[in-house]
């Protein structure tokens, strides 16, 4: 592609969109940080329901996304939308429901300890996203774009396509499992092996 490297390999889904997104932050963006510790809690009254771990992580943090010197945090999950938790729900009741999940653990730490922004990008196997990680690309895709000198509508396009094929890369490994060598024992081998004495 024109406009960025091939990535490695990734070992799960979380971590590819993790990496995906923390690539194209970094070109747009200072700070950028995978899996950036947040700061301990000291008297902050969080509402229930709030991460309260002191060795608490986010997916990445980055400078300057929204205004030049804010910080935002982003918390990256990939749901599957035909698993049984969420065989019955609407696919809007699904991203909102997950949203929610994220918002509620991370969204009053990042704010009031961390003084930032946080976004909870939500993405499904199949390749949709919810609304604010939708929103989220449209404005990363129009900061690209400003920076790379590249129109939006492709710019958008291709931000679109690597998240979807990142993920895609990553189905077969669910779909075959991983893949361990069978534990043999040595008692079990036959080596023909002849016992001899040396004098």
């Given amino acids: 592609s024109k406009l960025f490297p091939?990535?490695?390999?990734?070992?799960?889904?979380?971590?590819?969109?993790?990496?995906?997104?923390?690539?194209?932050?970094?070109?747009?963006?200072?700070?950028?940080v995978r899996e950036p510790p947040l700061l301990p809690i000291?008297?902050?009254?969080?509402?229930?329901?709030?991460?309260?771990?002191?060795?608490?992580?986010?997916?990445?943090?980055?400078?300057?996304?929204?205004?030049?010197?804010?910080?935002?945090?982003?918390?990256?999950?990939?749901?599957?939308?035909?698993?049984?938790?969420?065989?019955?729900?609407?696919?809007?009741g699904m991203y909102k429901t997950h949203e929610n999940e994220k918002k509620s653990k991370?969204?009053?730490?990042?704010?009031?300890?961390?003084?930032?922004?946080?976004?909870p990008f939500v993405m499904s196997t199949t390749g949709g996203l919810a609304p604010e990680a939708a929103c989220f690309v449209k404005r990363l895709s129009s900061k690209?774009?400003?920076?790379?000198?590249?129109?939006?509508?492709?710019?958008?396009?291709?931000?679109?396509?690597k998240l979807r094929f990142e993920l895609l890369r990553t189905a077969p490994m669910g779909v075959r499992g991983y893949r361990k060598s069978k534990t043999v024992f040595i008692s079990d081998l036959d080596l023909n092996l002849i016992n001899f004495y040396v004098n």
């Fill in 144 to 161: 690209l774009s400003q920076k790379l000198s590249q129109s939006y509508p492709n710019v958008l396009g291709f931000v679109r396509r």
């Fill in 106 to 119: 991370y969204i009053h730490r990042a704010v009031q300890v961390e003084k930032g922004n946080f976004c």
């Fill in 6 to 32: 091939m990535m490695k390999a990734v070992v799960s889904t979380q971590s590819t969109g993790r990496d995906t997104l923390s690539n194209f932050l970094d070109v747009v963006c200072k700070d950028v």
């Fill in 42 to 92: 000291t008297n902050e009254d969080l509402p229930r329901g709030t991460t309260l771990k002191n060795d608490a992580r986010l997916d990445i943090s980055c400078r300057g996304f929204y205004t030049p010197l804010d910080r935002t945090f982003l918390d990256v999950r990939v749901l599957h939308s035909n698993s049984p938790s969420n065989a019955k729900k609407p696919l809007a």
